[in-house]
C-alpha cells in the first residue's frame, strides 16, 4: 500500500472510531484482524481480540457503555508514522473514565496493514495512578 492509501484508511478508520461507529471501524479491518487491548487479566499481552467480527461485537458493547456513562475522555496531540506496512500512532488521552477515575497519559498504537485493511492493532498506554487532591 502507498503512504497516501494507508493515510486513507487510518483517517476512516480514526474517523468510525470517534464516531462510535462500531460497523464503520469494521469496514476497515480484515477478516482475520487482532486487536491486543492495553490492558486485560492474566495475560501479559493483555486482552486480545481475534476476528473482525468478534471486534465490532465488542465495539458495540464499548461504544453502548460509553455513551450511558459519566465518562468522558478525549485523545489528542495524535502524530502517525508509517514504516512499511506498520503504522505507529502516538496519542494522549484525557479525561474522566467510566468509574470516576482521571486518566492523562501518553499511547502509542502499532497497527499493520496490507491490501487494503488494518491487519492489527496493538494498544499500550502508559499506566499512571493519579491520587486524590
Not at 8 to 20: C, D, H, I, K, Q
Request: proline fraction near 2%; charge should be negative.
Amino acid at each position: 500500500m502507498t503512504d497516501m492509501e494507508i493515510r486513507t484508511l487510518m483517517a476512516a478508520f480514526g474517523s468510525a472510531f470517534r464516531a462510535g461507529d462500531a460497523d464503520g471501524v469494521a469496514a476497515c479491518l480484515a477478516e482475520d484482524f487482532t486487536w491486543r487491548l492495553p490492558t486485560g487479566t492474566g495475560n501479559p499481552e493483555g486482552d486480545v481480540l481475534h476476528g473482525k467480527e468478534a471486534v465490532r461485537r465488542y465495539l458495540l458493547e464499548r461504544f453502548a457503555r460509553a455513551a450511558g456513562s459519566h465518562g468522558d475522555v478525549a485523545f489528542s496531540d495524535s502524530r502517525m508514522e508509517i514504516c512499511g506496512d506498520a503504522v505507529l500512532l502516538h496519542y494522549r488521552v484525557k479525561g474522566t473514565m467510566e468509574d470516576g477515575r482521571p486518566v492523562d497519559a501518553v499511547g502509542l498504537d502499532l497497527f499493520r496493514v496490507a491490501d487494503g485493511k488494518v491487519r492489527m492493532k496493538d494498544a499500550y498506554w502508559k499506566q499512571v495512578v493519579w491520587t486524590e487532591g
